[in-house]
């Protein structure tokens, strides 16, 4: 059984910096195609990044603004989301997940099976 768990959220202030990191157990991680997400509250999930298992990499123009970076380390099985010059904006539980389907593009939520438990990330003035 495939499981993720996110790590590294916390609580920033405005223009700080956050690595977060999300740790596969189960199956192949080298063959996932994986995706970062957040919620923020009172608003829907939406999408933040993708990395392919060939290292294809896609942002959120409206989320990133050139201030994500994603990162994979098949050999630690783990996924990274670092976040720099963040906002209160980016106040939000953050997800990574599995993409197992391929109905739209990589930012379609429902082609996304398996999903951690989201880390908090908390941005102040």
């Known amino acids: 059984q495939v499981q993720l768990v996110e790590s590294g959220g916390g609580s920033v202030q405005s223009g700080g910096s956050l690595r977060l990191s999300c740790t596969v157990s189960?199956?192949?991680?080298?063959?996932?195609?994986m995706g970062w997400f957040r919620q923020a509250p009172g608003k829907e999930r939406e999408w933040v990044a993708y990395?392919?298992?060939?290292?294809?990499?896609?942002y959120s123009a409206d989320v990133a603004k050139g201030r994500f970076t994603i990162s994979r380390n098949n050999a630690k099985n783990t996924v990274d989301l670092r976040i720099s010059r963040l906002e209160p904006g980016d106040t939000a539980v953050y997800f990574c997940?599995?993409?197992?389907?391929?109905?739209?593009?990589?930012?379609?939520?429902?082609?996304?099976?398996?999903w951690g438990q989201g880390t908090q990330v908390t941005v102040s003035v």
């Open positions: 990395i392919s298992q060939r290292n294809g990499i896609a």
């Open positions: 997940a599995r993409r197992t389907k391929y109905t739209g593009a990589q930012y379609t939520i429902t082609d996304y099976s398996y």
């Open positions: 189960g199956g192949t991680f080298s063959s996932y195609d």
